[in-house]
């Protein structure tokens, strides 16, 4: 009986988190559509519902009703697992994500995560890296040279930032002294890394704005020179299943960002729900990365390597040594 | 020594990221300022300078008469030979015309036909709202070119408009002419 709840409970909340994050990439293309019609002086999209609000759902209504398209030169097998191989990743690594410690529902403590692993942060690193093999195979099979050109720069790209990312959360692991994130958001609960490891907190966003391929990092997609990069081929469903996975990888980095070096659902001075605390700092991240994508011009490709390999690589490796040495 | 202040402070100011700040700045500035985005044609709509080239409409003199003479210039001047002129003789004995279309689909609102007219009977008005689903209704006959709006004494104005263009769209304006472009938009 024991288990049978325990293995319900993770069911439902497992449901809840795919629900949940396939249905947010709905209000966050309306916000972002809003956010760069008012940065631009425009409105945004009026039409659809009250400010547009309704827009999303036209869009995914026409998403689902498209032809969906695969050219006949296609590589049809791995056309069609390109935008799975894509969405799978994002979701996965939600699994290991701590919402917070536990709310109490009719006496029971349920926890607000779906499993607290002890190498998590390995686990995420791990699968989201999976996620480039979408974004390459979709590019490879579409047999098209723009498709192509968007996969080869994800690879370059690839190379260049996981490598920084993954040092630069190193000082976040010597402080907690695990590698468990419900254990490194606990480390936190007096002062936040970002006091301790400012150097780590910029080489990990300057990397995750690279890995969740936003301006100015958004390469693969280029639209002023590629198309639309690797998904320049894909059209109806499996076009939103690209566009659902970069929203959610997003998101992720948002939350990433908040676990590890602002405190995850620890407050500041105000004291509110440590839910209501978390959803807003990863509120702030989102914006973050929209206000930039409307402010900055993109970089090119070799300069994205020349940042990962000789400013960000050595920032990070800097950042460990001192860590190492100030709090040994 | 300037010179080696100045190079030192931009370093000090890409070391953190002072240009990329300032771009931020400004979007951020932006994100709150006003959009010049104008709602048409659910909220209002522009109204162009009487000096637009719409769609035709034909005169009438004092006496309510149609000043067309049907000498079919502008006819022969239309490079796009969208005119039609039947001419007939009115019972005063005056030569009006019997058909006059014009093929508004061909048209390039070129304005020519205004230029060539002796009679001063036709003139491109500002309306432009006249978009249809079939193009022979796009061919527009004497009586209908006599009902079009005149043009309006003035322009450049943002009126109110509807969605429903079926009723009348043109409400009272607020701001009569020479809608300031710039008001919205800061340079800085
Ligand atoms: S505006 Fe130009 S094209 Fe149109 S009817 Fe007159 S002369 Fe012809
Ligand atoms: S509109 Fe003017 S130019 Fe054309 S037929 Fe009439 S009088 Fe002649």
Redesign the interface.
């Known amino acids: 009986m024991e288990l049978v709840v325990a293995l319900g409970l993770i069911v439902f909340k497992v449901a809840l988190l795919i629900a949940f994050l396939l249905l947010l990439p709905l209000p966050l293309t309306w916000v972002e559509r809003k956010i760069a019609g008012h940065i631009q002086q425009r409105l945004g999209p009026m039409r659809v519902g009250w400010h547009g609000l309704l827009q999303p759902v036209a869009d995914g209504i026409k998403l689902l009703t498209k032809e969906d398209h695969i050219p006949a030169e296609a590589d049809h097998f791995l056309f069609k697992l390109a935008p799975i191989l894509a969405l799978a990743p994002p979701f996965v690594v939600f699994v290991a994500i701590p919402f917070g410690e536990s709310v109490s529902v009719l006496g029971n403590e349920i926890t607000l995560y779906v499993s607290n692993m002890n190498v998590a942060l390995l686990f995420v690193f791990a699968v989201i890296g999976l996620e480039v093999y979408g974004v390459i195979f979709g590019g490879w099979a579409a047999n098209s040279k723009y498709a192509v050109l968007g996969s080869l720069r994800t690879c370059a790209q690839m190379i260049s930032y996981e490598i920084p990312m993954g040092f630069a959360v190193i000082g976040v692991v010597m402080l907690a002294q695990s590698m468990s994130l419900l254990d490194i958001v606990r480390a936190q609960a007096d002062v936040w890394n970002i006091v301790y490891q400012p150097i780590g907190f910029f080489v990990f966003f300057v990397a995750g704005l690279a890995e969740a391929q936003r301006i100015p990092f958004d390469l693969a997609e280029a639209e002023g020179d590629l198309g639309a990069g690797f998904h320049t081929e894909y059209s109806g469903i499996r076009f939103a299943f690209f566009m659902v996975s970069e929203y959610v990888i997003m998101l992720l980095v948002s939350v990433l960002a908040v676990i590890l070096f602002f405190g995850g659902w620890n407050g500041v001075l105000v004291p509110l729900p440590p839910l209501l605390w978390f959803a807003l700092k990863v509120a702030f991240f989102v914006y973050l990365f929209m206000w930039f994508r409307f402010t900055f011009p993109r970089y090119r490709y070799d300069q994205l390597m020349a940042i990962g390999w000789k400013v960000l690589l050595p920032l990070s490796m800097a950042n460990i040594i001192i860590t190492g040495i100030a709090f040994s | 020594m300037s010179r080696t202040q100045n190079s030192i402070g931009t370093w000090i100011g890409w070391t953190f990221f002072a240009d990329?700040a300032n771009?931020?700045a400004?979007?951020?500035g932006?994100?709150?300022?006003?959009?010049?985005?104008m709602?048409y044609p659910?909220k209002e709509k522009w109204l162009p300078y009487s000096r637009y080239r719409g769609h035709h409409f034909l005169k009438r003199d004092e006496e309510g008469e149609i000043k067309c003479v049907a000498c079919e210039l502008c006819a022969r001047i239309c490079p796009c030979y969208c005119i039609e002129v039947v001419p007939y003789e009115d019972e005063k004995g005056n030569r009006r015309p019997l058909k006059f279309e014009i093929d508004t689909a061909r048209c390039l609102f070129c304005g020519l036909c205004e230029d060539a007219c002796p009679a001063d009977a036709i003139a491109l008005g500002q309306q432009y709202e006249f978009s249809s689903f079939s193009s022979r209704d796009l061919v527009i006959g004497r009586d209908d070119l006599l009902a079009k709006p005149g043009k309006a004494a003035m322009g450049g104005g943002v009126v109110a408009a509807r969605l429903d263009t079926k009723k009348d769209v043109l409400v009272e304006t607020s701001e009569t002419r020479g809608y300031n472009w710039w008001r919205?938009?800061r340079r800085t």
Do not use: E
Request: charged letters at 10%.
């Open positions: 990329l771009g931020l400004l979007t951020f932006y994100m709150f300022s006003r959009s010049v985005t709602q659910d919205n938009i």
